[in-house]
C-alpha cells in the first residue's frame, strides 16, 4: 500500500506540476486602436429652381443645371420683365476636404409644383452639376475640393395644355451622403 501511495502521490505531483507548466505559457501584449473623426457633410439651398412666366399650352420647359438656361416646347415670354426670374436652383455642401460623397435627386413622378387651389405641374428629369460632380442619373458623385462645393440643379416642368393660371410653387429634395 505504500509503494501505491508514493506512485499516487507522484501522480498528483506530477499533474500540479503540469498545470502549473501550463499556467505559465500564457503571453499577453498591448494592440492599438485608433479612430479618426471628420466634420459631418452639410448642405443648404441658396437658390431657388426657376422656371419663369409661361403660357398655358400643353408642352415642357426645362431649366439646364450647367448653365440656368432655360429651353421650352411651351410658349414663355422673351428676355425682359416679363420672362420673370430663370436659373438653376443652387445648394452649398460642406464637409471635409478632399472626400468624395453621393448626390441623390427626387425620382420622376415625386415633385410637383402647386398654385394653392386645384393646379399641379410636375417636375422631372432633375439634373446637378457643379465642381467635381460626375456619373450618370443615378450614380452622381462628387469630390469636396477646400471642403465646399456649389451644386446646381435643374429640371423639367411640364404644363397641361389648359393648365391654370396662377403662381405655382413647391419643393424638391437633393440629399448628399459621404461615399
Known sequence: ??????????AIGALVMAG???????????????????????????????FGTIVAAAGTVTVAAADGA?????PALSAGTQEGTVRAG??????????????TLP???DVTLGDGATGTIA???????GTGVTGAVGARVGVLTDGEVVLSVGAKLTVAA????????GTYDVTVAYN
Do not use: C, H, W
Not at 507548466?21 to 500564457?26: E, G, L, V, Y
Not at 494592440?31 to 429652381?49: C, H, K, M, R
Not at 389648359?162 to 410653387?169: E, F, I, N, R, S
Open 1 to 10: 500500500m505504500t509503494t501505491k501511495m508514493n506512485k499516487l502521490a507522484l
Open 20 to 50: 502549473g507548466a501550463m499556467a505559465q505559457s500564457t503571453a499577453t501584449d498591448t494592440g492599438t486602436a485608433n479612430a479618426t473623426v471628420i466634420v459631418p457633410i452639410t448642405i443648404a439651398a441658396t437658390e431657388t429652381l426657376e
Open 70 to 74: 432655360r429651353t421650352n416646347s411651351v
Open 90 to 103: 443652387t445648394f452649398t455642401v460642406g464637409g471635409q476636404e478632399d472626400y468624395t460623397y453621393s448626390i
Open 107 to 109: 425620382v420622376n413622378g
Open 123 to 129: 417636375i422631372d428629369d432633375f439634373t446637378v452639376a
Open 162 to 169: 389648359l393648365q391654370a393660371a396662377g403662381a405655382y410653387t
